[in-house]
């Protein structure tokens, strides 16, 4: 059974710094593996989808990477800013049976201004 | 487009009720999802339909639970009797052309059961 651990749990920064946010799976035989942003009281927003092809994505100061073999993703934040604060999650896609998403429990980011 | 829509946003009722969630997908979307969120257990996959047809239910926690999606702009999720242990914020998301792709959610429906 597939299971998708976000570490930390939470995570507050000083305005302007450049942060990590990790998450790791127990199986490596995903489809794809996805970014949200989840802002108090809002659905999910996607920010990156990254392929099992792929080894990363980029989208303005955010960049995420994919290792399979390690079971391991990471979204890297770069310039924080407060409106960056919001709870992150990932979500690995299967293959085996029906195809869907296993998320995360979330980290939840606290930029300081 | 106006996104995914969900209503109502917030629903309180009493142990024993029957409760019905609303959700209009985004237009031209084949796949329609309902996650289900707790502090306890974090963001779960209830069910999800494919033109209009139920494809996997596995995450249906019991038979109280029912969902059903009879045109291509409109699902609901009924609970029937409602608990307690039900009260958590449901979801609608939905894809474009294959389950995997980039989902779109709505702002979701915050149950309570009293």
């Known amino acids: 059974k597939q299971e998708v651990t976000q570490i930390p749990a939470a995570l507050s920064v000083p305005e302007g710094e450049n942060l990590v946010l990790n998450c790791s799976f127990t199986?490596?035989?995903?489809?794809?593996l996805q970014w949200f942003r989840q802002d108090p009281g809002k659905g999910l927003t996607s920010l990156l989808l990254i392929q099992s092809s792929q080894r990363e994505q980029t989208s303005g100061r955010l960049n995420a990477s994919l290792d399979k073999s390690s079971g391991r993703s990471t979204l890297y934040i770069a310039a924080s800013q407060p409106g960056d604060s919001a709870t992150y999650l990932c979500a690995v896609g299967l293959t085996s049976g029906t195809y869907k998403y296993i998320f995360g429990t979330g980290t939840r980011l606290k930029v300081l201004a | 487009d106006a996104g995914v829509i969900q209503s109502p946003r917030h629903e309180v009722t009493e142990m024993g009720q029957e409760v019905t969630l609303r959700c209009k997908p985004i237009s031209g979307h084949d796949y329609l999802f309902w996650y289900r969120q707790t502090m306890m257990r974090g963001l779960e996959l209830l069910i999800y339909f494919n033109n209009n047809v139920p494809i996997d239910d596995s995450g249906m926690p019991e038979d109280r639970f029912s969902a059903k999606m009879p045109n291509a702009s409109f699902s609901t999720l009924k609970i029937q009797p409602s608990e307690p242990r039900d009260s958590a914020v449901y979801f609608c998301a939905s894809s474009f052309l294959a389950p995997t792709d980039t989902q779109y959610f709505g702002p979701g429906t915050r149950l309570t059961v009293l």
């Open positions: 199986d490596s035989a995903i489809y794809n």
